[in-house]
């Protein structure tokens, strides 16, 4: 019986409502004009090679595309492209891209080069992940490696290359190191842009000097870089306090966070520095001390809530006190956005943690609604 009702609640999702998310933005217009203006644009070109009949393909384009998080990740890092494989553009791409099963993804380069290639449908989750992993490979370093190993010190060259070298994912800091403690003739603009770029982690001297010129970093580069440069570096010290085991480092990160994010963001990286790190060492009591603090200083915040709620199903899915408060986060979500989607999450984790007959009353609820909207 439960069955039959999880089946119809699944079933009155799909027929009575349509999600409002702001997903994917796919680029209107051929694939080799997609290509020229990811390259002209200098990001890479993400292609879903579909067909009209492929039930993967229609899936991802409801469930997947449409998600908050991913479309902000694709607009963001990409130019996107959704080509029909049995259609005249789609028959020419494949030309060049050879494509034996759909949905296939592609992640290309401004000059057509693959990155990398997927066959498969994708979860939101496992679409992002993917898109990260491409973006590491665009090692733009090489375009400075030549004129560094040729003695070339100057500012723009380093800045470029350190830059270049931290977005693919490379080892930088002696690099930048070095460089500084040759005493190069930088002006003190020079210098504060150089520091920023170069301290990829927050237990580092040249961190501390972030630290020390954040006034000064702030005016010239703008206060949302700086906060952006910051939380990646500690984010980087922050993972290697769970890598190495090390309360003691991740208490160091949390009070250099304090020192360099606004308060309200310091606190929402804290605590989830501290989720990561208790989690990582089964210690159950104290991640839910710290879930429960962070979700109700940010209960007007869906996004937030959101992270939060995901990492709980992700990690601790059979624990039935994680999953009665992953229910209660996911039901404020619902109040805040009242979309299709956050209705689906709500409902599903209410059927994760047993509660059915309530999901359903959910679904039956915002099927009268609607109704009611278009009536």
Not at 82 to 101: C, I, N, R, W
Request: net charge neutral.
């Amino acid at each position: 019986m439960i069955q039959k009702k999880i089946s119809i609640f699944i079933v009155l999702l799909t027929v009575f409502f349509s999600g409002n998310a702001q997903g994917i933005e796919f680029f209107h217009g051929t694939w080799k004009e997609a290509m020229a203006k990811a390259k002209a644009e200098d990001k890479p070109l993400f292609v879903d090679a579909f067909a009209k009949w492929c039930g993967p393909c229609k899936s991802m384009a409801k469930n997947v595309f449409t998600q908050d998080e991913v479309g902000k990740f694709y607009n963001t890092n990409f130019i996107n492209l959704k080509l029909d494989m049995e259609e005249t553009d789609g028959v020419t791409f494949g030309h060049s891209y050879p494509v034996q099963a759909y949905p296939t993804l592609f992640f290309l380069d401004g000059d057509g080069k693959v990155l990398k290639l997927v066959k498969g449908g994708q979860t939101p989750e496992g679409l992002v992940s993917l898109g990260n992993e491409a973006l590491k490979k665009i090692d733009r370093s090489l375009r400075y490696e030549d004129q560094y190993k040729a003695g070339d010190r100057s500012f723009d060259l380093m800045y470029n290359y350190v830059k270049a070298l931290n977005a693919a994912g490379k080892p930088s800091l002696k690099i930048s190191n070095d460089f500084l403690a040759n005493n190069p003739q930088l002006t003190d603009i020079q210098r504060l842009k150089f520091i920023l770029e170069a301290a990829v982690d927050a237990d580092s001297k040249l961190f501390d000097q972030v630290i020390e010129d954040k006034s000064k970093i702030e005016k010239e580069v703008g206060k949302a870089y700086y906060i952006e440069k910051c939380k990646s570096a500690l984010a980087a010290s922050s993972k290697k306090a769970v890598d190495y085991e090390m309360e003691s480092m991740l208490n160091e990160t949390k009070i250099k966070a304090e020192k360099t994010l606004p308060d309200d963001e310091a606190e929402i990286f804290i605590a989830g520095a501290e989720m990561q790190f208790f989690k990582a060492f089964k210690n159950e009591e104290k991640y839910m001390t710290v879930y429960r603090k962070l979700a109700k200083n940010v209960d007007d915040d869906p996004v937030k809530l959101k992270e939060i709620v995901t990492d709980i199903i992700r990690s601790y899915k059979d624990h039935p006190k994680m999953i009665l408060d992953a229910a209660d986060y996911a039901s404020q979500i619902y109040e805040l956005k009242d979309d299709m989607e956050s209705l689906t999450q709500y409902c599903s984790i209410l059927v994760l943690g047993k509660q059915a007959e309530k999901a359903i009353k959910v679904v039956n609820k915002a099927r009268e609604k609607s109704r009611k909207k278009w009536c």
